[in-house]
């Protein structure tokens, strides 16, 4: 089961006063000093990203980390072949830690289970209603855009919201719209199993879709904007387990390690299988044993902890030939929450440099 996530970990060379960034294949082995369930996580892959349109971010390395600790003051300490530099000083070397909010873009497809128990429960489906506007509530000022979708025994999805979209007023007024005679003619046509394995790999299909390639052995650089970098995730709430059959588990897990380009965060209540619930997800995943108003709400609430805990570390080295070994100590307010370690960082040759940070 693939466990360290996709493509946008960015440890990447910008182009600045005649610096030429070079390809540096040997990113690929970014590590932390954790295990991918814990709370801090490190994206692997690294690309040679070139933004010729202005100087802006550029002369520096970046690469993008998940916390979802409760982080106060983030900062970073940085060790460049056992030198230390600390994010503080005027040195050449520098560190600095940035929320995702300046610099990324989460694109979430959420996929709500409209099937079982939750659906035919009015208080139930009112309170998934209420759960979900607290969270497009909650990551609203993120840089985070939502689509929503919901999964019943139907082999496809069915969009709610189909594309992505910043814009929470529309988000809350298509939920809204799910009134009570929407969900009973869900009821009437007798589509109460659970296609949970396919609705995933659909999600996947249509996930992919906005960020490339991302079922590819060699992995897509990301999508940059005004010098914004964009990412998808598949987040599936839901109560129960796969009876519709219209997939194997197997093929789902299948298309989840394929998925290099895709953060997947799984979400469960009640009668959800909670070892499916991990198995889906790219980090630990959100479970609650019972099945109520408060539960949902809570798995919610750690959905939008979630959806809020990107961080990009930006690195300035110090020279600008050869190669460098690299650790940066990620603390918060002085106490250590993660380590990226690299060892010889090929750096460009060219005798000009400027750092932007």
Not at 81 to 89: F, L
Request: glycine content about 6%.
């Amino acid at each position: 089961m693939r466990k360290y996530f996709i493509i946008l970990a960015v440890f990447a060379l910008f182009i600045g006063c005649g610096r030429v960034g070079t390809q540096n294949d040997s990113l690929d082995t970014l590590s932390t000093n954790s295990s991918s369930k814990d709370n801090f996580d490190v994206i692997v892959k690294s690309q040679y990203l070139q933004n010729s349109s202005s100087y802006i971010k550029q002369g520096h390395y970046s690469l993008l980390f998940k916390y979802s600790g409760n982080s106060t003051n983030l900062d970073g300490v940085l060790y460049e072949n056992g030198s230390n530099y600390s994010s503080s000083e005027s040195g050449e070397a520098k560190v600095v830690i940035d929320p995702s909010s300046n610099s990324i873009t989460n694109n979430i497809l959420l996929l709500l289970d409209f099937s079982g128990s939750i659906i035919t429960d009015s208080s139930l489906r009112t309170q998934l209603k209420t759960s979900v506007k607290y969270f497009i509530d909650g990551v609203s000022d993120k840089n985070v855009k939502i689509a929503i979708y919901y999964l019943n025994s139907k082999e496809t999805i069915t969009p709610i919201i189909s594309e992505p979209t910043a814009i929470s007023t529309r988000l809350v007024e298509e939920i809204d719209r799910l009134d009570d005679s929407y969900f009973e003619g869900i009821i009437e046509e007798n589509l109460i199993s659970t296609n949970l394995y396919g609705g995933i790999i659909k999600a996947s299909e249509i996930a992919c879709n906005w960020v490339g390639n991302c079922t590819s052995d060699v992995l897509s650089t990301p999508t940059f904007n005004n010098d914004n970098f964009e990412f998808a995730s598949v987040a599936v709430f839901t109560d129960g387990r796969d009876q519709a059959a219209w997939a194997e588990k197997s093929e789902m897990i299948a298309v989840i390690n394929k998925n290099k380009s895709l953060f997947y965060q799984a979400v469960g209540v009640g009668d959800a299988d909670k070892d499916l619930i991990e198995d889906i997800s790219s980090d630990a995943g959100i479970y609650e044993e019972e099945l109520n108003a408060d539960s949902i709400q809570t798995v919610f609430d750690k959905l939008t902890i979630w959806a809020n805990s990107f961080y990009e570390a930006r690195y300035c080295p110090a020279a600008q030939k050869g190669s460098v070994d690299i650790k940066i100590d990620v603390q918060d307010n002085g106490g250590v929450i993660g380590t990226i370690e690299e060892s010889s960082v090929s750096l460009s040759g060219s005798d000009e440099f400027r750092c932007d940070l």
